[in-house]
């Protein structure tokens, strides 16, 4: 029934008008926009006139819902470019090509995100969910900072799980997960946990983008109906729709309020919310945040194109 839907009781603190705005004149991307949050978001900022960037993996699913988009809003300005993320010097290639041919980019919705059954690796020799959820969506962002900062009102806004915020500490010592079991729905925590902190770390470093990173509630969705079936079967009644789900990507994405909170924050339903419980063992060190954004910005130029 509708009362177990944790959306509708959050919902009755949201200002509504903070969504009534137009997104005409504004240029958006998302990652996996052709599923599940990612396109309830595309087809949210369409719907409000935003020109959008669709970035799939996919080219026949990603027309299709292109399509679909296109027909339920009215707005053409729906672009697909099939990229894969897990394939990094494909991310490379993609995003400097992006910021060659187009002059404006204001929001960027981190939101494709992979969890992985097995482990498995990419050419490049690294653990595919490790290149999708971490090093694709630092190579991306980085390379379209440029582009985002020269943009109006820009923001960077990237998918975290509140789950993973509890469960994970940061840890640098096993970024490919090659040591011990491979724990899928672990491996993707970390990797949400990594995530948030690339979140602050962006803020601090370009202050003229606001940058966020938020959980959208658990949503009936093929990412969780396929790696969590059990945790799907019985949350069922429970979880949100993608709509649902796509609400505070879009109240980051789109409202003016979103922008009067500081930039680096973790968020559900439209409110900052920590992302350690308090004087939890979750914490990290500085050094430790600074050792991951080391490492990533290392291997991000080891396949860097010339
Ligand atoms: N559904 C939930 O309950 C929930 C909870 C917390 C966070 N999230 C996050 O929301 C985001 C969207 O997921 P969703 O639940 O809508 O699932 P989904 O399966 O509907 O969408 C995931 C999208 O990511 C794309 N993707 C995955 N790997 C990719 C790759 N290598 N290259 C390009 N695209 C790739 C998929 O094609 C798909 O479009 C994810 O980042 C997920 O972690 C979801």
Same mark, same amino acid.
């Given at each position: 029934?509708?009362?177990?839907?944790?959306?509708?009781?959050?919902?009755?603190?949201?200002?509504?008008?903070?969504?009534?705005?137009?997104?005409?004149?504004?240029?958006?991307?998302?990652?996996?926009?052709?599923?599940?949050?990612?396109?309830?978001? &595309?087809?949210?900022?369409?719907?409000?006139?935003?020109?959008?960037?669709?970035?799939?993996?996919?080219?026949?699913?990603?027309?299709?819902?292109?399509?679909?988009?296109?027909?339920?809003?009215?707005?053409?300005?729906?672009?697909?470019?099939?990229?894969?993320?897990?394939?990094?010097?494909?991310?490379?290639?993609?995003?400097?090509?992006?910021?060659?041919?187009?002059?404006?980019?204001?929001?960027?919705?981190?939101?494709?995100?992979?969890?992985?059954?097995?482990?498995?690796?990419?050419?490049?020799?690294?653990?595919?969910?490790?290149?999708?959820?971490?090093?694709?969506?630092?190579?991306?962002?980085?390379?379209?900072?440029?582009?985002?900062?020269?943009?109006?009102?820009?923001?960077?806004?990237?998918?975290?799980?509140?789950?993973?915020?509890?469960?994970?500490?940061?840890?640098?010592?096993?970024?490919?997960?090659?040591?011990?079991?491979?724990?899928? %729905?672990?491996?993707?925590?970390? @990797?949400?946990?990594?995530?948030?902190?690339? %979140?602050?770390?962006? &803020?601090?470093?370009?202050?003229?983008? @606001?940058?966020?990173?938020? @959980?959208?509630?658990?949503?009936?969705?093929?990412?969780?109906?396929?790696?969590?079936?059990?945790?799907?079967?019985?949350?069922?009644?429970?979880?949100?729709?993608?709509?649902?789900? &796509?609400?505070?990507?879009?109240?980051?994405?789109?409202?003016?309020?979103?922008?009067?909170?500081?930039?680096?924050?973790?968020?559900?339903?439209?409110?900052?919310?920590?992302?350690?419980?308090?004087? &939890?063992?979750? @914490?990290?060190?500085?050094?430790?945040?600074?050792?991951?954004?080391?490492?990533?910005?290392?291997?991000?130029? %080891?396949?860097?194109?010339?």
């Amino acid at each position: 029934s509708s009362c177990r839907n944790p959306y509708l009781a959050a919902s009755k603190h949201f200002v509504e008008k903070d969504l009534e705005v137009s997104a005409a004149g504004r240029v958006f991307m998302i990652t996996g926009a052709n599923s599940g949050i990612g396109k309830a978001t &595309a087809l949210a900022i369409a719907k409000r006139g935003g020109t959008v960037h669709m970035v799939c993996r996919n080219k026949d699913k990603a027309e299709e819902a292109r399509a679909d988009i296109v027909k339920e809003t009215g707005n053409k300005e729906v672009y697909v470019h099939v990229l894969d993320l897990s394939e990094t010097k494909k991310v490379w290639e993609f995003a400097e090509g992006f910021k060659k041919k187009y002059k404006t980019l204001n929001v960027l919705v981190n939101n494709a995100g992979a969890i992985m059954n097995q482990r498995e690796v990419n050419a490049e020799g690294l653990e595919k969910s490790f290149a999708t959820n971490v090093l694709g969506v630092f190579i991306l962002t980085k390379s379209l900072i440029p582009l985002i900062e020269k943009s109006l009102d820009p923001r960077v806004v990237s998918h975290g799980v509140l789950w993973g915020m509890l469960v994970q500490k940061l840890r640098i010592g096993n970024l490919q997960s090659d040591r011990g079991r491979f724990d899928g %729905t672990m491996v993707y925590a970390q @990797h949400k946990r990594q995530q948030v902190v690339l %979140t602050e770390q962006w &803020a601090k470093a370009h202050p003229t983008i @606001h940058f966020s990173v938020m @959980h959208p509630g658990w949503v009936d969705t093929p990412t969780v109906a396929n790696a969590m079936p059990d945790f799907h079967r019985s949350m069922k009644a429970s979880l949100r729709s993608p709509e649902q789900g &796509a609400d505070t990507v879009l109240w980051l994405a789109l409202s003016e309020a979103a922008t009067k909170n500081p930039s680096g924050r973790f968020y559900q339903d439209r409110r900052v919310v920590p992302a350690h419980l308090p004087l &939890a063992w979750t @914490h990290s060190s500085p050094l430790e945040e600074q050792k991951l954004m080391a490492l990533l910005e290392d291997m991000a130029k %080891t396949f860097q194109p010339h």
